[in-house]
């Protein structure tokens, strides 16, 4: 089975500081990991994937994360937050299998950026 | 414009009067899914469709069908509505497998008393 965790429900952070939002995954295999971003009353957006290649991975809006093997995470961040940036952020993996992908999501970080 | 669409956006029903959600993308993806978001669990699949008449159970699938008759299309069918199923509901696809990401449409806000 695949899981992904997201250990803080909120994250606040104060506008131009750094912010980081933390995803741990389980998965027997080799995870294939997204972030996605929710703005209220959205649909959620593609952020950035991680498939293989270079662990630190660069996305939409100045976002990047890296992907930690070892310690099983792909943690999002980004050098300078903006209050643009408030939003609900998930991060996902999937499983690439002869039988259909699947793809799971954590339960969200809501992040607020104060001005 | 590339888009997926979803109909209706808010819908307020009965237990057991059967309903119908409709998904339609633009994109001639495949790949299309539903999801239900509830506070707290976040996102969870509920059916996915790798082509058309090809279509398999998420996490989730109990109380719901679906069917692909058209690459376009992908209608989630509640036959029997319970008040559990009060949800946020989307709609996803993708040009290909799961490494490709996903387009999500704006969202089907459903309340079952």
């Known amino acids: 089975a695949q899981s992904v965790a997201q250990p803080e429900d909120q994250v606040n952070v104060a506008e131009g500081n750094p912010l980081t939002v933390k995803c741990t995954y389980s998965?027997?295999?080799?995870?294939?990991l997204f972030w996605y971003v929710q703005y209220p009353n959205r649909g959620l957006q593609f952020l950035l994937k991680?498939?293989?290649?270079?662990?630190l991975v660069k996305g939409s809006y100045g976002f990047e994360a890296e992907f930690n093997k070892s310690q099983t995470s792909f943690h999002l961040k980004k050098p300078s937050a903006l209050v643009s940036d408030s939003a609900l952020y998930f991060c996902?993996?999937?499983?690439?299998?002869?039988?259909?992908?699947?793809?799971?999501f954590g339960t969200g970080t809501r992040l607020a950026v104060r001005p | 414009e590339a888009q997926v669409t979803q109909n209706p956006r808010y819908l307020i029903t009965v237990t057991g009067k059967k309903l119908t959600v409709t998904c339609s993308q633009n994109?001639?993806?495949?790949?299309m899914s539903w999801y239900r978001q509830d506070p707290g669990l976040g996102l969870r699949q509920i059916y996915y469709s790798m082509n058309v008449e090809v279509t398999d159970k998420g996490d989730v699938p109990e109380g719901y069908k679906v069917s692909r008759k058209e690459k376009r299309n992908f209608p989630l069918i509640l036959e029997s509505p319970s008040p559990n199923q009060t949800s946020l509901y989307f709609c996803?696809?993708?040009?290909?497998?799961?490494?490709?990401?996903?387009?999500f449409g704006p969202g089907t806000r459903l309340t079952v008393t």
């Open positions: 991680y498939i293989t290649g270079d662990n």
């Open positions: 994109m001639n993806h495949e790949y």
């Open positions: 996902a993996v999937t499983l690439v299998r002869s039988s259909g992908d699947k793809l799971t």
């Open positions: 996803a696809s993708s040009s290909g497998t799961g490494l490709l990401e996903q387009y």
């Open positions: 998965v027997s295999g080799n995870p294939y």
